[in-house]
């Protein structure tokens, strides 16, 4: 599966590459992850957005810091939403398969 990963800033991708990428100019992490760091706002990640879609990124990952999302969370915590709530208040379904992969993955890793 090929899959997007989208970061508004280059910080919050530092932690997955030796060299920090170009802004709005896509990047392999993997053969099968391709990164963009989009800059900050919705516009900016629907155009990241398209632009993996076009590359035939067929899952797409919202990369970086939620520092503000709530007080309860911490550095290095991971949210993975069953649903996500965009700010003019449309949602948008998760793939809980995909979700669900992704913690039975992180359940046999040394990640937990």
Request: aromatic share 4%.
């Amino acid at each position: 599966m090929s899959v997007g990963l989208i970061a508004a800033l280059p910080a919050e991708i530092r932690c997955l590459v030796r060299t920090l990428p170009a802004v709005n100019v896509p990047f392999a992490i993997t053969p099968q992850l391709t990164g963009i760091v989009c800059g900050i706002g919705h516009d900016a990640a629907a155009s990241a957005a398209r632009v993996l879609l076009d590359l035939k990124s067929e899952a797409l990952i919202s990369w970086g810091t939620a520092g503000a999302l709530s007080p309860d969370m911490h550095s290095g915590n991971l949210l993975l939403p069953e649903k996500i709530i965009s700010s003019a208040g449309a949602s948008f379904i998760t793939d809980k398969g995909w979700v669900e992969r992704i913690v039975r993955s992180l359940q046999t890793s040394s990640l937990t």
